[in-house]
């Protein structure tokens, strides 16, 4: 899922296309700056993954327990 997607997807959308990293089912989406802010669909495993290697590539002191946290919210 790597085309161009420069609006959001819908949440019904979403749900019916797959994650672009591990094409299991789509849960949520992201952009980033650097791939032309194109939406990309992320299923609930690769969102908690991409969080946790944001949160500590920024040093932010709390990210264990924010990623537990997030963890949590998603089951």
Sequence with gaps: MWGKRTKPYSLIGAHRLPCC??????EFQ???CADGNNWRLLCG????ELNRMV????????AKEL????EQSHL
Excluded: N, S
Aim: proline share 8%; aromatic share 12%; hydrophobic share 40%.
């Design 30 to 32: 992201w952009q980033v």
């Design 55 to 62: 949160l500590e590539f920024m040093g932010h002191p709390r």
């Design 45 to 48: 495993h690769c969102d908690i």
């Design 67 to 70: 990623i537990i946290a997030y």
């Design 21 to 26: 990293r591990c094409h299991t089912p789509a």
